[in-house]
């Protein structure tokens, strides 16, 4: 929808003229929105004016956006368009309030400091940190927010708390000797940040402690360096003790104390050697320094005693000099006794030079009086020559006196006044050198290259009429170049200008992508450089020029924002994906909830901020799944299965449904199942510890008519020990033998001497009872193998009698069964069989034929069930290791994309394996704290969300459970 400026833009486009009408529409439509735009600027800076800064740019940024508006409203027309309003007599709008944008654009920028730290101080908080951590963070909030007198009081407030901590602090510190917490008191209350001034016994004390703490601390560094700076002085490695040595002067630097006598001195011997050697190493430099200083005295051709005093600085050192130099030395020392022979000889001749100097003088003092008047009228004129500054004239005469009268023009005075015209003359000929040259430079054919820089640097020089006169004529052709320059670079730059608002307008309309906003970036440094291009524009191009400035650098930044609340966006993403834990991810979400990346909709914080603990239950799922995954490892105990069922039950009432619950099915009736058990075990064994046959032998009668020649008769085994004489005679011996199922017995009449009595069933009643303590561990947590192989131990019995056998293999699979519905579920054809053949082994006690061979039947089906069966129970609790092994795994987590599609963001590479994915919320049905719902599924790779978008909220954590 076109804004009121596209409409008033295009009616100034009309190739058919400007309506009236249009026009005072429009006039009264911006005119309404400019005021609706600086009323809501002024609210916001009589807010900013109050300290409540923050409120006032909430005010601003209040949909819509105030700056947003006013940016909006700036159009480069704007000076056109008043023209013809005016032309019109249409009322001009009022004008946007510039300057109270740019106090509030300074008021954001001064509110991003102060941001992050309102975040840190709240995390703090939330956190429950430590006063002394907080109290840090509120002394620069207060020092970064001055003028809100709020913060000050708050940090007097939390400083007298401090303090009281820090007293009890002190105490219990000095009660345990803890140097080094007593040490970081001393800090805190030495920091010199305190509003309200420590009192001086807390100072006193923390002090003396921490300068203990520093003693320790120094002499604990220092006694690690002493034996290694020892060992590379014993090693004369001297690089290594020096290295050793600055680590040795950092720590006395950093701790300031006194370093302990006895370290000091262990490490003497190796400090004096380096010392030694940084000496001799001076001493060298200075020597060499000396020698080069002799060289370069002798170089120069230096008085002799420079020469003397450079050769005994070089030879101070006990080191001989090189041997050309000492030669050159002692060749310059002779000179002066060669010069002072010559001398004696002049002397002589200088004598009688002077008596004959003397007569001729007597004549020539009557001559000489006569000539210092003509001397000094000659000084006079030279002296009246300067004074009247005619240099040249003055040079004249001195060049006539010269040559005239040599010694009249070697006078000081006339030496003097001829030096004195001799540099003016000089200075002239420069300053004159130097117009020249200038004027030469400034000069040119072109208007356009002459150099007025150098017109003042000319005026300056100029010292005659016509040397000015052409100075001015520079200046003026200069300044009739510059008159026409400017007209014709107004007249480009406002071209350029209108030029660079339709590429403005044209790159405006392709959208925000990044290419489009660097080539409005460039557009804007054109715009920006125009100046400089057109340094003679007009005020009115200059104006045209910033309004479009304005308007394109507004528009960029717009666009700037929006791109940063882009990046803002995939930076959260990637701080949120880069998460080490769930507790680090909510704290995030809770950071960004006050950044600006809050304003894409990403994520909504105010519906997952506080959900933290329903994915910390996760977290418990995957705990207790760990502990199961252990306890099944070896096996699961009665004791342990009563633990997971309440553990079980726990998990469900905190999260339901659960698809880790749901993945293992009866998992509390196997629990109840093997807790269960130790009665199933006790009622069984004892039972058949109870029973008669546990004290019954076998009495086996020869019997010609029986298919195996013996008769098996069950007797008990005391009336077997208490008869034993009567029943090794020979002749008709009566014996007990057990005659029905509860043990009575019958008195029979057999030959004797009788045969030796078989220890069965009672041997192997009592090794299938005993089993039961021996194979304690075996029977809790591996009930149905334990009990398979009590059976294999059973059938393999050579002694006892085939019926019992079954008898026994009936009990101990009716108890194993009882124990465990899997083994039930496999061995049906065994225990039908068994079940049927009851009355037979009700007729145990029967005298039979010998026979310890199972029954053919029994002997089959148990041959064909149990071995599959011990193959398939090794492990009965499988599926449940194999589920306790996998975990709801934190995948990644759900966003909402700029068009409001619910997206979702994978934490690393994608899992390998299949799973279903979920997220954890509040329960809304039963009595459980959290739901873990089903929101997608992964499948080969590729993730896919459910339509139903019921709990596919943004923000939430995405969990994958394998399939």
């Known amino acids: 929808m076109p804004t009121t400026v596209d409409k008033i833009r295009r009616a100034l486009e009309k190739r058919d003229g400007i309506n009236e009408d249009e026009m005072r ?72 309030n510039q300057d109270y944008v740019a106090q509030i654009n300074e008021a954001i920028i001064e509110s991003l400091p102060l941001d992050a730290l309102l975040r840190r101080h709240r995390r703090l908080a939330i956190a429950k940190a430590p006063l002394a951590v907080r109290l840090r963070t509120l002394r620069q909030i207060a020092r970064v927010d001055s003028a809100n007198s709020v913060w000050q009081d708050d940090v007097e407030e939390w400083e007298k708390v401090r303090l009281s901590q820090i007293d009890h602090e002190l105490k219990h510190a000095l009660e345990q000797e803890d140097s080094r917490y007593l040490y970081q008191l001393n800090q805190e209350l030495t920091s010199g940040n305190w509003r309200v001034a420590p009192s001086s016994r807390l100072i006193d004390q923390c002090s003396f402690a921490a300068e203990a703490h520093v003693r320790q601390s120094q002499e604990t560094e220092l006694a690690v360096l002493a034996p290694q700076i020892n060992a590379a002085f014993e090693n004369r490695d001297e690089s290594l003790a020096r290295t050793l040595r600055s680590q040795w002067q950092s720590v006395r630097a950093k701790y300031k104390v006194s370093v302990p006598g006895h ?38 051709a230096s008085p002799i005693e420079d020469v003397k005093k450079a050769y005994d600085q070089a030879s101070r050192f006990g080191e001989p000099l090189p041997e050309d130099l000492t030669q050159r030395v002692e060749a310059l020392a002779k000179q002066p006794a060669k010069q002072a022979q010559r001398k004696m000889i002049l002397i002589g001749a200088g004598l009688a030079a002077v008596v004959l100097v003397g007569i001729v003088g007597v004549g020539m003092f009557i001559a000489s009086s006569g000539k210092k008047t003509a001397q000094q009228e000659s000084v006079d004129q030279m002296t009246r020559f300067v004074e009247a500054e005619q240099y040249d004239a003055a040079m004249d005469f001195y060049n006539s006196v010269l040559a005239s009268d040599p010694d009249l023009a070697r006078l000081p005075t006339m030496v003097a006044m001829q030096a004195t015209a001799k540099k003016a003359i000089e200075k002239e000929a420069s ?27 000319l005026d300056e ?84 020029q910033e309004t479009l400035r304005s308007q394109v650098d507004s528009t960029l930044k717009r666009m700037k924002d929006e791109s940063m609340v882009s990046q803002q966006r995939d930076a959260a993403i990637d701080s949120l994906l880069n998460s080490r834990s769930l507790e680090v991810y909510s704290d995030r979400l809770r950071d960004y909830s006050t950044q600006s990346v809050s304003r894409t909709n990403f994520i909504e914080f105010r519906t997952v901020i506080d959900e933290e603990d329903h994915w910390l239950n996760v977290e418990r799922t995957n705990a207790w799944l760990d502990n199961l995954e252990s306890k099944l490892k070896n096996g699961v105990t009665s004791t342990e299965a009563a633990a997971l069922i309440e553990s079980a039950e726990r998990i469900q009432s905190i999260a339901s449904p659960n698809p880790v619950l749901q993945a293992m099915p009866r998992f509390a009736q196997v629990m109840k199942e093997i807790v269960g058990r130790r009665v199933i075990l006790d009622g069984a064994f004892g039972l058949i510890a109870k029973h008669p046959l546990s004290r019954l032998g076998t009495l086996r009668i020869p019997d010609s008519e029986s298919p195996t020649g013996t008769t098996s008769h069950l007797i008990y085994k005391t009336f077997a020990e208490q008869n034993a004489d009567r029943m ?54 591996k009930w149905e193998l334990t009990f398979l192989l009590q059976v294999s131990e059973v059938m393999k019995r050579p002694e006892l009698d085939g019926v019992i056998k079954e008898w026994l293999i009936y009990y101990l699979l009716d108890a194993a069964t009882r124990g465990s519905q899997q083994l039930k579920e496999m061995i049906p054809l065994t225990m039908r069989t068994l079940v049927r053949r009851s009355t037979v082994r009700e007729q145990w006690y029967q005298s039979r034929p010998t026979d310890p061979e199972l029954n053919a039947e029994v002997k089959r089906v148990i041959a064909t069930e149990l071995p599959i069966a011990y193959r398939r129970l090794a492990n009965p609790l499988s599926d449940y290791e194999n589920v306790a092994a996998e975990r709801l795994k934190w995948v990644g987590f759900l966003t909402k994309s700029s068009g409001g599609q619910i997206e979702y963001h994978l934490r690393g590479s994608t899992p390998e394996y299949d799973g279903t994915l979920y997220v954890a919320a509040a329960s809304r049905e039963g009595d459980a704290e959290t739901s873990i719902f089903p929101v997608g599924k992964l499948q080969q790779g590729h993730v896919q969300l459910t339509p139903n978008p019921v709990h596919q909220v943004p923000g939430r954590p995405l969990f994958l459970f394998p399939n």
């Open 431 to 457: 300053r004159q050198e130097l117009f020249d040259k200038l004027i030469a430079q400034a000069s040119n054919d072109d208007p356009a290259l002459i150099d007025e820089i150098l017109l003042p640097q």
């Open 25 to 96: 529409v429009l006039a009264d439509s911006f005119r309404t929105k400019v005021q609706e735009v600086n009323q809501r600027l002024d609210d916001a800076v009589m807010l900013l004016r109050k300290g409540l800064r923050s409120e006032a740019i909430q005010r601003v940024e209040m949909t819509p956006n105030a700056l947003d508006a006013a940016a909006e409203l700036e159009f480069p027309e704007w000076d056109e368009w008043n023209e013809i309003l005016q032309f019109m007599g249409i009322p001009l709008p009022p004008k946007l």
């Open 461 to 544: 020089l100029a010292a005659t009429p016509g040397e000015q006169a052409r100075v001015d004529d520079l200046r003026k052709r200069k300044a009739a170049y510059r008159a026409g320059e400017a007209m014709r670079q107004s007249d480009e730059m406002i071209g350029k200008v209108a030029e660079l608002q339709r590429q403005f307008a044209e790159l405006s309309s392709r959208g925000d992508s990044t290419a489009n906003r660097q080539a409005i970036g460039q557009l804007l440094s054109s715009i920006v450089r125009l100046p400089n291009q057109f340094p003679l524009g007009s005020d009115q191009a200059r104006a045209k």
């Open 728 to 781: 090794a005679r020979a002749g008709s011996i009566g014996v007990d033998v057990v005659s029905d199922p509860l043990g009575g017995v019958r008195n029979r009449a057999f030959q004797g001497p009788l045969p030796k009595l078989v220890d069965e069933p009672s041997q192997s009643v009592s090794q299938v009872v005993a089993q039961k303590s021996k194979q304690a561990i075996g029977f809790d947590t």
């Open 263 to 300: 370290l000091e001195s262990s490490v003497a011997a190796a400090m004096q050697w380096l010392e030694d050697l940084d000496r001799q190493a001076v001493m060298e430099s200075e020597r060499q320094m000396a020698v080069a200083n002799l060289e370069s005295t002798l170089a120069s």
